[in-house]
Nanobody, 123 residues
Framework: HVQLVESGGGSVQAGGSLRLSCSAS????????MGWFRQAPGKEREGVTY????????GYADAVKGRFTISKDNAKNTVYLQMNSLKTEDTAMYYC?????????????????WGRGTQVTVS
């Protein structure tokens, strides 16, 4: 049973920080690659970052490099997104995704499973 549950969203002032969590069912976590996407109103869903749950290799979108950090806790089947130096343009619904099926990781349809999202608002 595939299940991804995000938490940790909220409202913060520009320059602040938030940490998002994505708790996965064990079989989902074992899909080897999990990612975070975001979607602002009127815009397409875009890839933010990904991590391989086994080896730990990761990647970031240019817009968040140096500000966001993805990490994982294999014992808890959980992936985290630490977001620092937040900007108003980071405001979006953030989604956890699992099982990268190939192609450009920044494109949403290249991930098979999705959480419901958590809202991040930066003012």
């Amino acid at each position: 049973h595939v299940q991804l549950v995000e938490s940790g969203g909220g409202s913060v002032q520009a320059g602040g920080s938030l940490r998002l969590s994505c708790s996965a069912s064990e079989d989902t976590y074992q899909t080897y690659c999990m990612g975070w996407f975001r979607q602002a109103p009127g815009k397409e869903r875009e890839g933010v970052t990904y991590v391989y749950t086994g080896g730990g290799n990761s990647g970031y979108a240019d817009a968040v490099k140096g500000r966001f950090t993805i990490s994982k806790d294999n014992a808890k089947n959980t992936v985290y997104l630490q977001m620092n130096s937040l900007k108003t343009e980071d405001t979006a619904m953030y989604y956890c995704a699992a099982q990268w099926t190939g192609g450009d990781w920044r494109i949403s349809w290249n991930f098979a499973y999705w959480g419901r999202g958590t809202q991040v608002t930066v003012s």
